[in-house]
């Protein structure tokens, strides 16, 4: 069973608020991805990271922010969160480094609601 | 970039073979075939991963063609439980990385 990580698991937050949602992994896995999901709606990468300081945008554009300092670390930044921003955020990692079989093993994700 | 394509949805009953047939037309030679489920509020889950011909595990069976242009999950003997959002996708290898793009999946619903 994967080991990744993040909290919190809900947020409900005014708007105009800083808010960094946390995403650890156990397994050593280089890669990390964040993803956006509205309820029913499909899952969008919005960042990912190779391994320690490499952070690049993904195809859906967001004003959050990434830092990638450890390992095992990869938290999400919103400096000024907005109603807009209410979504659920998904953690992944990935074991296959840049090969073309890898998984992703994902986080149990965090409901943001931003009032 | 290899994009895929899905039915938006599924209806099927308890004990029943449940076929999900997913198109890739510009799929490239490197690319594997991978299938997540979805259960709401949670984060994907791998299922099942190929590159041709049949694979399958305790879960599901993977059948792809020679082409590899499309794929097939089949689920065996369905539950209540597998009642999920079940995505199909390739390694998007076009630029040097692989970051891996999720459509908008199939919603199986399984009926008692």
């Known amino acids: 069973e994967a080991d990744i990580y993040q909290t919190p698991r809900y947020l409900v937050i005014g708007t105009g608020k800083k808010i960094t949602l946390e995403c650890s992994q156990t397994m050593g896995h280089d890669k990390m991805y964040w993803y956006q999901q509205d309820p029913g709606m499909e899952l969008h990468l919005i960042h990912y990271s190779y391994g320690v300081n490499s952070t690049e945008k993904g195809d859906l554009s967001s004003e959050s922010t990434v830092s990638r300092i450890r390992t095992e670390h990869f938290p999400l930044t919103l400096e000024s969160a907005r109603p807009s921003h209410t979504s659920q955020y998904l953690c992944?990692?990935?074991?296959?480094?840049?090969?073309?079989?890898?998984?992703?093993?994902f986080g149990s994700g965090t409901q943001l609601s931003v009032l | 970039l290899a994009k895929t394509t899905q039915p938006i949805s599924m209806d099927s009953y308890e004990g029943q073979e449940v076929n999900i047939t997913c198109s890739h037309n510009?799929?490239?030679?490197?690319?594997?075939i991978t299938w997540y489920q979805q259960f709401p509020s949670q984060g994907p889950r791998f299922i099942i991963q190929?590159?041709?011909t049949k694979v399958t595990n305790e879960v599901a069976s993977l059948f792809i063609p020679a082409d590899r242009k499309s794929s097939t999950l089949s689920l065996p003997r369905v539950s209540l439980s597998d009642t999920a959002v079940y995505y199909c996708?390739?390694?998007?290898?076009?630029?040097?990385?692989?970051?891996?793009?999720f459509g908008t999946g199939t919603r199986l619903k399984v009926l008692a």
């Open positions: 190929g590159y041709k």
């Open positions: 992944a990692s990935s074991d296959g480094g840049k090969g073309p079989n890898e998984k992703l093993f």
């Open positions: 510009n799929i490239a030679t490197n690319d594997y």
């Open positions: 996708l390739v390694g998007d290898g076009s630029s040097g990385t692989y970051k891996y793009i």
